[in-house]
């Protein structure tokens, strides 16, 4: 079984739109984040959720939002695309504090 | 603000050669570190941590570090690359009582036959 789950997998979508990556976790951890990668392959944290509440947030767009429905799940939301946007996100999930993170596969997105 | 060099982009190897992939971060505090692997068109990996205790930590596919206090390393080591090797690695620092995992740019390791 998948303990970090995206979907989807790969997202091509035109400037201006609104789509959404869904992450889910079954490894009972607390926090999620989420993770996006450059074309440089660069990662950098966007956002961590502890038992549903945003606990970082860093300089990230408005058009960005992420909501945690339960503690398993952690969703991205992102508004009004831009070219800028095209890149790999990735969610990951630990148990707590000072403990390693779990990575999903990615989501490729590709903004044209 | 934490932050981790990997000192080398690009480590291009032979096979069965040895390897050694640096990473130094630049906190004095206490600090957990950690090596991620990145197969192509994948996610990451935990190939090992330091969390406490001795400071040199063996890994998965035979992979060890180690953690020097002192000069802020934390060093990626295999005595015997493989083709399968072939990856991005990431080094990550995780600042005692922070939850941010704050990575280094990676180093592409590419193991020729």
């Known amino acids: 079984d998948t303990a970090v789950s995206q979907t989807p997998k790969y997202l091509v979508t035109q400037m201006g739109n609104d789509k959404s990556i869904k992450c889910e976790q079954n490894l009972g951890h607390d926090t999620m984040y989420w993770y996006k990668q450059d074309s440089k392959k660069f990662l950098k944290i966007m956002f961590s959720?502890?038992?549903?509440?945003?606990?970082i947030n860093e300089t990230v767009p408005n058009r960005f939002s992420p909501k945690s429905p339960d503690k398993a799940h952690l969703n991205l939301h992102i508004n009004s695309l831009e070219l800028g946007d095209s890149a790999v996100y990735f969610c990951?999930?630990?148990?707590?504090?000072?403990?390693?993170?779990?990575f999903g596969q990615g989501t490729r997105l590709t903004v044209v | 603000a934490q932050s981790v060099t990997q000192l080398d982009s690009q480590v291009p190897v032979f096979e069965e050669a040895p390897v050694e992939l640096r990473c130094n971060y630049s906190s004095s505090v206490s600090v957990y570190l950690f090596w991620y692997v990145q197969y192509p068109n994948q996610g990451l990996q935990l190939l090992l941590k330091y969390l406490s205790g001795s400071t040199l930590v063996k890994g998965i596919n035979g992979f060890e570090a180690e953690f020097n206090k002192s000069q802020t390393s934390f060093h990626l080591r295999k005595p015997s690359v493989h083709i399968s090797d072939t990856a991005e690695y990431f080094c990550a620092v995780l600042q005692g009582g922070s939850e941010k995992l704050v990575f280094g740019k990676g180093t592409k390791l590419t193991v020729n036959p």
């Open positions: 959720y502890n038992n549903k509440e945003l606990i």
């Open positions: 990951a999930s630990s148990y707590r504090q000072n403990t390693e993170a779990f």
